[in-house]
Structure formats: structure tokens, C-alpha cells
């Protein structure tokens, strides 16, 4: 089995260069600079991604995104740094990579309104060259696999949002690529259309072996979705791993203690282990939530001492559970967002 990534981003930035102009007096009417301002979208960004992969790029609007997917698929050049898909240089041998990745930007207008989803196929197969009988019983295959054939012969723009976007996927796989670009494939669509597609996406990777690249400003797509996660902000690649490393990162366990009473005060103040205690009153109950240190030993220890404690002061005790780290918090952590 090759074990080489398929897609490897080496060392990529990017700039983007705005020029404002205005009129120069109406006499002459010629235009004239006015102000040039450098956007730095993409700064030293590499990872890589293996096959059978799905691969997330989360972080909010503007972080450089859809420029990196751009970037992969030959439609922006990097500043700076090499893109590779399947050891070919996008840049250098742009032809080539083309017949091995399908890719979905955002948004609807990327198929044809006035045509039907067979019609659409058959254009954009054409262009990709596939052709025939291969193409017409692919084209069949993909609106099934994909949910769509009860529209197939209805013009696109009489398709709901989620249909199109799920048209748009048909025609990033016509030519049956390894490798599949999605940028916010569920930006924008009802539950439904969002799960199918994200169904989808598994299937696709897991019994087609297909790899695909998913970006996302969405937690949930991202945790639910992806084997690993690069989180992306400000351009720069601020982590990448497996999902579930991730949710690992921050290595305090959050303990919720349920108890009769609200303790007297300092009751639960300076345990070993124990970084952090808050209460709060919830009808006949107080909630206790406390940030314990991971490390095993340490974490056992603290636990026995503050439920010793609790006993001590009379406070019973109705349950103790283990709040599931999620995503949302450890973005917050590794992209410094005031807000954790
Ligand atoms: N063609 C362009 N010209 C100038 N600036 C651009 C262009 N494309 C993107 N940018 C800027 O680059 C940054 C990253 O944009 P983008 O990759 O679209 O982010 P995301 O997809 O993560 O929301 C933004 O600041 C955006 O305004
Ligand atoms: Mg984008």
C-alpha cells in the first residue's frame, strides 16, 4: 500500500494584492492608483493528507480556507511553496492533477440552471473525458448514490438548495477522481440535506476508497466528519490532528458533581489536582463543575479528596458524570480566542 500522502502542502503562503482606484479629474478621465493593500491569506501552511482520508480545514470566514482548496485545485497560484496531489506539482503539472481531483466550491453556481442533473453530467463529463456508455451509467449511478435521480430530469434551477449542492458532488466525481474537494459542503442547508451529504462523504471515503478534504467553520461537521482536523486561523495552520487527539489536547477532565447543597465556602479549596471549581444552583440541586487535572494518579487523588470533603461538611452527594470535551472549546483554546 502506498503510504506517501496524496496531498501534501509544503511550506504554502499566499498574498493577495487589492488595488482601489478613483478618477482623476473629468478632463483627462484617466484612472489612477490609489491604494494597494497586501491580504496575507495563507502563511506557511503544510500538512499532509493520506489516502482514504477525510481531512477537515475548520476555522471561521476568512482564515484562508477556500484560498487553500483553491490552491490544490490550480485555480490560485501560492506566493510561495509547493502543493502536490499524488506526488504532482499542482503548479507544474496542473493537467495532470485535474483528472485526479473533484472539487466543490462554495456556494450553488456550479452546475447549469436551464439544464437537468443528466443534462449537467453529460456536459461536464464531456469536458472531463468521459464519455459514452461509461458516462451515461455513471451519471445514473452518482444521482442514485447520491439521492437524486428522482430529479434527473428536472431543470436545476427548479432544485432546492441542498439538491444542487448535492448535483455540485455528482459532478466533482464524474471523472471518477481519487480525490474530492469540499469547500462548506453543508454551509446553508436544512438538517436532512446536510446529513445525506455528510453520509455521503463516509461512504464515499470508506467504501470507495476516495480521500477527501473538507472545509468547515462548523464544530459539529468537523468532529462528526473528519479522521483529522488542521484548525486554521488567520492563514496559519495553529494545529492538525486526529479528531480525536484534538478533543484530547487539553488534558483537564471536567467532572459535573451533583450535590443536595450548596457546600460551605473553601470546602472544595486547595486539593492537589484540582484546577478549577464552580457552582451553581439548578432548582433543588447545586451543580459543581470542576476542571481536574489528567494525569491518572493525580486525578484519582483529587477526585477521592474532594468527595472526602463533601462527606465531611454533610453534603450529599446525587451523582458525578464526566462532561465530554468537545471541539468548541478546544478550538477557543488552540486559536487564543478571548472568549475561552
Ligand atoms: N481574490 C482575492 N483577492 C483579495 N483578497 C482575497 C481574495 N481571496 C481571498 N482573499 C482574502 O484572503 C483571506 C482568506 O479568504 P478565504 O480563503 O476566502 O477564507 P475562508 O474560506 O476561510 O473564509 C480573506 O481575508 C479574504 O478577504
Ligand atoms: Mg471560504
Not at 468521459?130 to 445514473?140: A, D, E, T
Not at 445525506?196 to 464515499?204: L, W
Not at 473528519?226 to 484534538?246: F, V, Y
Not at 494525569?295 to 463533601?310: D, G, N, P, T
Request: hydrophobic share 40%; net charge neutral.
Amino acid at each position: 500500500m502506498n503510504m506517501d500522502p496524496i496531498i501534501r502542502v509544503d511550506d504554502v503562503h499566499k498574498t493577495f494584492f487589492t488595488h482601489h482606484f478613483f478618477s482623476k479629474g473629468e478632463k483627462t478621465g484617466a484612472r489612477c492608483f490609489h491604494e494597494k493593500r497586501r491580504v496575507h491569506a495563507v502563511k506557511g501552511v503544510e500538512f499532509g493528507i493520506q489516502r482514504g482520508e477525510i481531512f477537515g480545514l475548520l476555522g471561521p470566514n476568512g482564515a484562508g480556507k477556500t484560498t487553500l482548496v483553491k490552491m490544490l485545485s490550480g485555480l490560485v497560484r501560492p506566493t510561495s511553496g509547493h502543493v502536490y496531489v499524488d506526488g504532482l506539482d499542482v503548479d507544474r503539472q496542473r493537467l495532470k492533477v485535474l483528472r485526479k481531483i473533484g472539487v466543490v466550491l462554495e456556494g450553488t453556481r456550479t452546475s447549469i440552471w436551464p439544464l437537468t442533473p443528466l443534462e449537467n453530467l453529460a456536459y461536464f463529463g464531456n469536458l472531463k473525458d468521459v464519455s459514452g456508455k461509461v458516462l451515461k451509467k455513471r451519471s445514473h449511478e452518482l444521482l442514485d448514490f447520491i439521492g437524486l435521480s428522482d430529479k434527473k430530469d428536472v431543470q436545476v434551477r427548479r432544485l432546492s438548495r441542498g439538491q444542487k449542492q448535492k448535483l455540485a458532488i455528482c459532478i466533482a466525481l464524474v471523472a471518477d477522481p481519487d480525490v474530492i474537494l469540499l469547500d462548506e459542503p453543508t454551509t446553508g442547508l436544512d438538517v436532512q440535506s446536510a446529513r445525506s451529504i455528510k453520509d455521503r462523504i463516509i461512504e464515499m471515503t470508506r467504501e470507495r476508497n476516495k480521500t477527501a478534504l473538507v472545509t468547515t467553520h462548523d464544530m459539529g461537521v468537523a468532529q462528526e466528519l473528519c479522521d483529522r482536523i488542521g484548525i486554521i486561523k488567520n492563514g496559519e495552520l495553529a494545529a492538525c490532528k486526529p479528531t480525536d487527539e484534538l478533543l484530547d489536547l487539553f488534558s483537564e477532565q471536567v467532572y459535573e458533581l451533583r450535590l443536595d447543597r450548596m457546600p460551605p465556602d473553601g470546602t472544595l479549596g486547595s486539593i492537589e489536582g484540582v484546577l478549577d471549581v464552580n457552582f451553581e444552583a439548578q432548582g433543588d440541586e447545586v451543580l459543581c463543575v470542576a476542571a481536574i487535572e489528567h494525569e491518572y494518579a493525580l486525578r484519582s487523588e483529587a477526585l477521592y479528596a474532594m468527595l472526602a470533603r463533601l462527606r465531611e461538611r454533610g453534603v450529599q452527594l446525587h451523582s458525578v458524570s464526566l462532561r465530554q470535551q468537545n471541539l468548541e472549546n478546544v478550538f477557543l483554546r488552540v486559536t487564543g480566542d478571548p472568549a475561552s
